[in-house]
């Protein structure tokens, strides 16, 4: 779990961690195409595992990342991530009994979200949580989540 925070019962001082670039942040990635949300997160997991491998992509010399690579990496980390998603985010956070609540409300939402997915990702990573965030809304948390 990430530390301090208890996704059981998400109190107001766990949500106005949150900040409001944060929330723009998140609200920006939405609009994006769930293809490149992957790519995003590939190049964030790429940058974390080798940065000299993404720096050279970055300063165009070699061309050793692509960016199907990139997209299939984020998809990969996303697909691995996937049950602990489940288990945090659908069980633990109950998120079926909270979805009519949040549906109205996008930023209330991600207030509420972002801090469920770093305890799930068990990383202080908030870029990487919010790109996560998205992936997430796109793909519809009662879907995800297997909501009645």
């Not at 107001?12 to 920006?28: A, D, H, I, K, Y």
């Amino acid at each position: 779990m990430f530390p301090g925070i208890d996704v059981r019962d998400m109190s107001p001082m766990n949500r106005s961690q949150v900040t409001e670039q944060q929330l723009q942040g998140v609200t920006q990635l939405v609009k994006l195409d769930i293809s490149t949300l992957y790519e995003i997160v590939g190049m964030q997991t790429l940058a974390l595992e080798d940065p000299l491998e993404l720096q050279s992509w970055r300063g165009m010399s070699g061309y050793s990342v692509s960016l199907d690579s990139t997209r299939l990496r984020g998809q990969h980390f996303f697909e691995e991530r996937k049950e602990k998603l489940t288990q945090v985010i659908c069980d633990q956070w109950r998120y079926c009994e909270k979805a009519e609540k949040y549906e109205k409300d996008f930023q209330m939402l991600m207030t509420a979200l972002i801090p469920v997915v770093l305890s799930a990702l068990g990383q202080p990573l908030v870029g990487l949580a919010l790109a996560i965030c998205a992936i997430l809304f796109k793909y519809g948390l009662r879907d995800f989540c297997k909501c009645k």
